[in-house]
């Protein structure tokens, strides 16, 4: 089993020092990065995370390496971008709602600080995860609440997701540090899942994460034997219409990607997909556990990082 490592020790017994970033796809459990053999890992994936934050967390984790001596050819950056609406908030001890931000000891998930030197009592991340998340801590809820209500809108969110692509791209580049990039599932197109006759919620759409957790089947928290169907052979996200397209404040940003970097999982029902398509569809896995049926199984993680993962370390 792939382990975390700092460099310490004899380095001759790894081959690269990888870096990881992302949300809780890329850090929930023995996730992807926790399964990769024969090099160093440095995971900074955060549940919770937005695409802001894990940029931030990756770049300070290359810097961090550098800093110390590291050459950037023994450096392998790999990203896996999380949902585009996502937000964070940087609080600091010269906040009045500071204190309040960071009390509760139970689940403190909306927390995050990727540079580990940094005491939360002096600055700390907030993040909003999704809409209507219910953290422990009230006030963060109330912070974001606002958020939601008063700024949130997709186009703008989308630009912020470009914007963050093209700075790690442009980064690596200029640090001559090797990438790939991916995503936990689309993220750059306009689709949704009418669910078919004779399931639990037919004739509902699905958006996005609740199409691969399976729950319109059976309505059930979570089932050992919950597979895509195979009579289910329409296309979802496959030729659907692209964000970028809808939203003209983005072109200019998603024609300057380089995507001769990026790892896709794609077939006849879906496109730019990412490691939630590649679960269900590709590998035909039951998607999540029973005390997390959101996330792929410790299985399904495993085999993404053995079947494509260590393809791309080089």
Same mark, same amino acid.
Request: hydrophobic share 30%; charged share 25%; aromatic share 14%.
């Given at each position: ?7 310490? *020790?004899?380095?001759? @017994?790894? =081959? ?21 053999? *024969? ?23 290359? %810097? ?6 590291? &050459?950037?050819? %023994? ?28 009390? =509760? @000891?139970?689940?403190?998930? /909306? ?23 219910? /953290?422990?801590?009230? +006030? ?7 958020? /939601? ?24 580049? +200029? ?16 689709? +949704? ?9 037919? =004739?509902? @759409?699905?958006?996005?994460? @609740? ?13 050992? $034997?919950?597979? #895509?169907?195979?009579?289910?052979? $329409? ?32 077939? $006849?029902?879906?496109?730019? *997909?990412?490691?939630?398509? #590649? ?12 005390? $997390?049926?959101?996330? &792929? ?10 079947? %494509? ?6």
């Amino acid at each position: 089993m792939g382990r975390l490592f700092k460099r310490t *020790g004899n380095i001759e @017994e790894y =081959n690269m020092i990888v870096v990881t970033s992302g949300c809780s796809f890329t850090n929930c459990g023995m996730s992807w990065p926790y399964h990769i053999e *024969g090099h160093e890992v440095h995971n900074k994936g955060e549940v919770g995370a937005g695409n802001s934050y894990i940029t931030r967390a990756a770049i300070w984790q290359c %810097e961090d390496l550098l800093s110390r001596g590291i &050459p950037s050819d %023994e450096i392998y950056l790999i990203v896996m971008w999380s949902g585009i609406n996502r937000k964070e908030v940087l609080s600091t001890n010269r906040n009045p709602l500071h204190s309040d931000y960071i009390s =509760n @000891e139970k689940d403190r998930w /909306w927390l995050s600080n990727f540079n580990y030197n940094i005491d939360e009592k002096n600055s700390v991340w907030l993040k909003s995860s999704i809409p209507d998340m219910n /953290w422990s801590n009230q +006030s963060v809820c109330d912070l974001f609440e606002q958020h /939601w209500k008063h700024f949130y809108m997709e186009e703008e969110s989308l630009l912020n997701t470009f914007e963050n692509i093209l700075r790690i791209q442009r980064y690596c580049k +200029s640090k001559n540090i090797k990438y790939k990039l991916s995503c936990w599932q689309n993220i750059f197109n306009k689709y +949704s899942l009418l669910v078919p006759k004779g399931w639990k919620y037919e =004739n509902q @759409e699905m958006f996005s994460q @609740e199409i691969w957790t399976l729950t319109w089947r059976d309505g059930e928290h979570w089932k050992d $034997d919950r597979y #895509w169907p195979d009579e289910m052979t $329409d296309k979802i996200s496959k030729d659907t219409p692209l964000l970028k397209d809808l939203y003209p404040q983005t072109q200019h940003l998603w024609n300057m990607i380089e995507w001769d970097n990026w790892w896709f999982y794609e077939d $006849d029902q879906v496109e730019y *997909g990412g490691l939630s398509e #590649w679960v269900v569809l590709g590998e035909k896995h039951n998607m999540g556990m029973q005390h $997390d049926p959101a996330h &792929p199984s410790e299985y399904s993680h495993e085999q993404f990082a053995k079947k %494509e993962v260590e393809k791309w370390i080089c």
